[in-house]
Protein backbone atom coordinates (compact mmCIF):
# COMPACT_ATOMS: atom_id res chain seq x y z
CA UNK A 1 0.00 0.00 0.00
CA UNK A 2 2.63 2.18 0.80
CA UNK A 3 5.02 1.71 -1.95
CA UNK A 4 1.63 2.46 -4.49
CA UNK A 5 1.24 5.99 -2.82
CA UNK A 6 4.46 6.57 -2.76
CA UNK A 7 4.40 6.07 -6.84
CA UNK A 8 1.49 7.69 -7.03
CA UNK A 9 2.80 10.95 -5.20
CA UNK A 10 5.65 10.78 -7.73
CA UNK A 11 2.97 9.97 -11.11
CA UNK A 12 1.35 13.39 -10.34
CA UNK A 13 5.11 15.34 -10.93
CA UNK A 14 5.59 13.09 -14.20
CA UNK A 15 3.61 15.64 -16.82
CA UNK A 16 6.05 18.58 -15.13
CA UNK A 17 9.56 16.20 -15.23
CA UNK A 18 8.03 15.68 -18.73
CA UNK A 19 7.83 19.27 -19.93
CA UNK A 20 10.52 20.96 -17.88
CA UNK A 21 13.03 18.13 -19.53
CA UNK A 22 11.83 18.92 -23.54
CA UNK A 23 11.37 22.79 -22.87
CA UNK A 24 14.26 23.52 -20.95
CA UNK A 25 17.03 22.54 -23.21
CA UNK A 26 14.71 23.68 -26.27
CA UNK A 27 14.43 26.89 -24.95
CA UNK A 28 18.21 27.49 -23.62
CA UNK A 29 19.05 26.34 -27.62
CA UNK A 30 17.02 29.16 -29.00
CA UNK A 31 17.86 31.19 -26.90
CA UNK A 32 21.37 30.86 -27.71
CA UNK A 33 20.66 31.74 -30.99
CA UNK A 34 18.49 35.20 -30.11
CA UNK A 35 20.88 38.27 -29.77
CA UNK A 36 19.33 40.81 -28.59
CA UNK A 37 21.19 43.28 -30.31
CA UNK A 38 19.47 41.79 -33.63
CA UNK A 39 16.18 42.43 -32.15
CA UNK A 40 17.42 46.58 -31.75
CA UNK A 41 18.32 46.38 -27.78
CA UNK A 42 21.44 48.24 -26.85
CA UNK A 43 22.71 46.17 -24.67
CA UNK A 44 26.21 45.57 -23.51
CA UNK A 45 27.51 41.79 -23.74
CA UNK A 46 27.43 40.47 -20.33
CA UNK A 47 31.38 39.48 -20.43
CA UNK A 48 31.27 39.51 -16.72
CA UNK A 49 29.14 36.47 -16.59
CA UNK A 50 31.48 33.29 -17.76
CA UNK A 51 33.86 33.31 -14.92
CA UNK A 52 31.17 33.79 -12.28
CA UNK A 53 28.70 31.12 -13.77
CA UNK A 54 32.11 28.71 -14.33
CA UNK A 55 32.32 29.14 -10.60
CA UNK A 56 29.00 28.00 -9.54
CA UNK A 57 29.36 25.25 -11.69
CA UNK A 58 32.59 24.14 -9.32
CA UNK A 59 30.36 25.16 -6.28
CA UNK A 60 27.55 23.13 -7.90
CA UNK A 61 30.05 20.48 -7.97
CA UNK A 62 31.54 20.55 -3.72
CA UNK A 63 28.28 20.65 -3.19
CA UNK A 64 27.23 17.55 -5.05
CA UNK A 65 30.25 15.56 -3.16
CA UNK A 66 28.93 17.05 0.19
CA UNK A 67 25.60 16.20 0.00
CA UNK A 68 26.61 12.63 -0.94
CA UNK A 69 28.84 12.64 2.35
CA UNK A 70 26.21 14.12 4.05
CA UNK A 71 23.77 11.67 3.30
CA UNK A 72 26.00 8.74 3.65
CA UNK A 73 27.37 9.99 7.37
CA UNK A 74 23.07 10.15 8.07
CA UNK A 75 22.68 13.67 7.79
CA UNK A 76 19.77 13.54 5.87
CA UNK A 77 18.33 16.93 6.56
CA UNK A 78 21.58 18.27 5.29
CA UNK A 79 21.37 15.99 2.26
CA UNK A 80 18.42 17.37 1.45
CA UNK A 81 19.09 21.28 2.20
CA UNK A 82 22.12 20.66 0.03
CA UNK A 83 20.03 19.16 -2.93
CA UNK A 84 17.98 21.74 -3.00
CA UNK A 85 20.84 24.33 -3.33
CA UNK A 86 22.70 22.55 -6.32
CA UNK A 87 19.51 22.22 -7.98
CA UNK A 88 19.43 26.34 -7.01
CA UNK A 89 23.08 26.45 -8.37
CA UNK A 90 21.96 24.84 -11.27
CA UNK A 91 19.01 26.91 -12.21
CA UNK A 92 21.30 30.53 -11.36
CA UNK A 93 23.83 29.04 -13.66
CA UNK A 94 21.33 28.30 -16.43
CA UNK A 95 19.68 31.66 -16.43
CA UNK A 96 23.47 33.34 -16.21
CA UNK A 97 24.25 31.55 -19.43
CA UNK A 98 21.49 32.41 -21.51
CA UNK A 99 21.67 35.90 -20.49
CA UNK A 100 25.35 36.00 -21.70
CA UNK A 101 24.98 34.19 -24.56
CA UNK A 102 21.88 36.46 -25.65
CA UNK A 103 23.82 39.38 -25.34
CA UNK A 104 27.30 38.15 -26.81
CA UNK A 105 28.69 36.06 -30.01
CA UNK A 106 30.10 32.53 -28.73
CA UNK A 107 33.50 32.36 -28.58
CA UNK A 108 35.62 30.06 -30.99
CA UNK A 109 38.14 28.09 -29.19
CA UNK A 110 41.55 28.96 -30.31
CA UNK A 111 43.60 25.78 -29.27
CA UNK A 112 45.39 23.90 -31.98
CA UNK A 113 46.26 20.69 -32.39
CA UNK A 114 45.78 17.74 -29.53
CA UNK A 115 43.79 19.95 -26.71
CA UNK A 116 41.34 21.09 -29.75
CA UNK A 117 40.15 17.01 -29.73
CA UNK A 118 40.06 17.00 -26.24
CA UNK A 119 38.06 20.82 -25.60
CA UNK A 120 35.77 19.26 -28.58
CA UNK A 121 35.23 15.67 -26.38
CA UNK A 122 34.62 17.26 -23.24
CA UNK A 123 32.25 20.23 -24.70
CA UNK A 124 30.01 17.78 -26.86
CA UNK A 125 29.75 15.46 -23.80
CA UNK A 126 28.89 18.01 -21.17
CA UNK A 127 26.32 19.45 -23.46
CA UNK A 128 24.95 16.18 -24.14
CA UNK A 129 25.11 15.28 -20.94
CA UNK A 130 23.66 18.68 -19.51
CA UNK A 131 20.43 17.82 -21.34
CA UNK A 132 20.13 14.26 -20.12
CA UNK A 133 20.92 15.42 -16.42
CA UNK A 134 17.56 17.33 -16.48
CA UNK A 135 14.74 14.16 -16.21
CA UNK A 136 17.32 12.26 -14.28
CA UNK A 137 17.96 15.40 -11.24
CA UNK A 138 14.47 16.41 -11.44
CA UNK A 139 12.99 12.33 -11.08
CA UNK A 140 15.45 11.91 -8.57
CA UNK A 141 14.15 15.20 -6.42
CA UNK A 142 10.68 13.87 -7.05
CA UNK A 143 11.61 10.34 -5.19
CA UNK A 144 12.78 11.97 -2.38
CA UNK A 145 9.99 14.00 -1.99
CA UNK A 146 7.50 11.35 -2.30
CA UNK A 147 9.42 9.85 0.29
CA UNK A 148 10.36 6.41 -2.14
CA UNK A 149 13.85 6.32 -0.64
CA UNK A 150 14.99 2.84 -1.90
CA UNK A 151 14.01 3.95 -5.89
CA UNK A 152 15.69 7.77 -5.02
CA UNK A 153 18.62 5.81 -4.26
CA UNK A 154 18.86 3.44 -6.88
CA UNK A 155 18.29 6.50 -9.52
CA UNK A 156 20.89 8.60 -7.41
CA UNK A 157 23.66 6.38 -8.19
CA UNK A 158 23.26 7.12 -11.95
CA UNK A 159 22.15 10.69 -11.67
CA UNK A 160 25.04 11.80 -8.66
CA UNK A 161 28.15 10.78 -11.37
CA UNK A 162 26.66 12.36 -14.41
CA UNK A 163 25.36 15.83 -12.64
CA UNK A 164 29.26 16.12 -10.98
CA UNK A 165 30.38 15.12 -14.75
CA UNK A 166 28.64 17.97 -15.81
CA UNK A 167 29.59 20.15 -13.13
CA UNK A 168 32.93 19.74 -13.34
CA UNK A 169 33.05 19.77 -17.22
CA UNK A 170 31.45 23.29 -17.18
CA UNK A 171 34.83 24.64 -15.23
CA UNK A 172 37.19 22.82 -17.28
CA UNK A 173 35.39 24.20 -20.70
CA UNK A 174 35.44 27.78 -19.32
CA UNK A 175 38.75 27.43 -18.52
CA UNK A 176 40.27 25.66 -21.47
CA UNK A 177 38.25 28.74 -24.19
CA UNK A 178 38.97 31.79 -21.44
CA UNK A 179 41.93 32.41 -22.94
CA UNK A 180 40.30 32.97 -26.05
CA UNK A 181 37.52 35.46 -24.75
CA UNK A 182 37.36 39.23 -26.57
CA UNK A 183 36.70 42.19 -24.14
Do not use: C
Not at 74 to 92: P, R, T
Not at 101 to 116: I, K, L, Q, V, W
Not at 132 to 147: D, H, K, N, S, W
Amino acid sequence: MENTVNKNAEKKYNVWIILLSVVIPIAVAVLFKVKLKDLGYDVQPLSFLPPIYAAINGATAIVLVTAVWAVKNGKQKLHENLMKFAIGLSVAFLVMYVAYHMTADSTPYGGEGFMRYVYFFILLTHIALSVIIIPFVLITYVRAIAGNFERHKKLARITYPLWLYVAVTGVIVYLMISPYYTH
